[in-house]
């Protein structure tokens, strides 16, 4: 009879986040079709977001440089927002603590991207692994549809996307889809004066998905699933696993039944207020707004890395999530010294128009005031 005898010591590690030495966190994502580009530049310190000073990036392209941009914090403008109470504007200087840099870069697809960055007078220092420009992607067949899902105890009404899209052949891929709802508006004044023009960009919640290729096939067996990892689209990632050179066909709903589906007046008149300043607005008197509304599908080539990235973000931010009772989630870096991620998409835009709208506001100073 042989016996094994396995032993094991224990040993407790003390962990103290205000001990934990800050690091330059560095996130963004680099669009191949634009010609200016923009990483938000922070500290990560004791589990916190913290702003810097100052940040510099350096890029270069192919082993060739083609950008040094520094930015100081102090000569950013104070962001303001319009309280919902009072309609007043508030200052907030501490909302900066991601400092945006933006740097001209023209990128094309195959070309080795490499970013350095430093913050703080040189105090803290990072850079990125090397990335490489996506080659384009197609989006075909854009279509809506209303329908309706049942839920556990009741249904609702949603407004569906759908669209196709073609896998690259021959090769693996990862792929990001969003949503983005886009009001413009004309507001014409009282005193008949030139008319102010604002706009806003919203990234829409994708509400129940259900589309087998956005979750890779890890679909949920019933509405009693407590571990609900398929998140709520704001993080919607794919690979071209179940499609491997043909078409994936996806299903996305957007607009809930307690939506009217029209333009956001609301925060167009938060940004007219943003932009052109409370007083002169007041003074003036809004007459009516004329807005456009339209809908565009946003479908992104990107890195593998890229896109467990986008995976881990999609699962914190799921219904089923629960830190105390689940695997932890490792969030991916590619800032060698630092962390954070910095990504480069190749994206192709479909185009929805919506129904345009006037709201009239009469003898109103001001509407929602």
């Not at 549809?145 to 090769?171: C, F, M, N, S």
């Not at 007046?265 to 007219?272: N, T």
Request: contains cysteine.
């Amino acid at each position: 009879m042989t016996a094994l005898i396995v032993g094991a010591c224990t040993s407790t590690i003390d962990y103290d986040f205000s001990r934990v030495e800050p690091r330059l966190m560095a996130v963004g994502w680099l669009e191949q079709a634009s010609d200016v580009q923009t990483v938000c530049i922070s500290l990560s310190e004791g589990g916190l977001v913290k702003a810097v000073e100052d940040a510099r990036v350096i890029c270069t392209v192919n082993g060739k440089e083609v950008a040094d941009v520094s930015m100081n914090a102090a000569d950013l403008p104070e962001r303001q927002y319009m309280g919902i109470m009072t309609g007043m504007l508030i200052y907030d200087p501490s909302r900066y603590r991601q400092l945006p840099v933006s740097f001209p870069a023209s990128l094309r697809p195959g070309d080795k991207v490499r970013l350095a960055f430093e913050a703080n007078h040189g105090a803290y220092k990072a850079a990125t692994a090397e990335m490489t420009v996506p080659e384009p992607v197609s989006i075909t067949k854009v279509d809506t549809a209303r329908v309706t899902v049942r839920h556990i105890d009741w249904t609702d009404r949603y407004l569906q996307v759908r669209a196709d899209v073609p896998d690259r052949k021959g090769e693996e891929n990862w792929y990001s889809i969003s949503l983005r709802d886009i009001s413009e508006g004309w507001y014409s004044f009282l005193d008949g004066g030139p008319d102010l023009f604002a706009s806003v960009d919203n990234i829409l919640y994708i509400h129940d998905l259900d589309d087998p290729v956005l979750l890779d096939g890890n679909m949920g067996t019933d509405d009693l699933t407590f571990f609900d990892f398929s998140g709520n689209g704001a993080f919607a990632c794919f690979s071209d696993q179940m499609f491997r050179d043909g078409t994936a066909h996806l299903r996305m709903n957007v607009f809930s039944s307690w939506n009217d589906e029209g333009p956001n007046f609301m925060s167009l008149g938060a940004e007219v207020l943003r932009r052109y300043g409370y007083m002169e607005t007041q003074e003036r008197g809004f007459d009516r707004c004329r807005a456009t509304h339209r809908l565009e599908i946003r479908l992104s080539h990107c890195s593998r890395d890229a896109y467990f990235y986008l995976r881990a973000l999609r699962t914190i931010s799921s219904y089923g999530y629960e830190p105390a009772i689940v695997e932890p989630v490792t969030v991916p870096t590619n800032i060698e010294g630092g962390s954070g991620f910095v990504g480069i998409v190749n994206t192709s835009v479909a185009r929805i128009d919506l129904p345009s709208e006037e709201e009239y506001y009469g003898n109103w100073r001001f509407p929602y005031l």
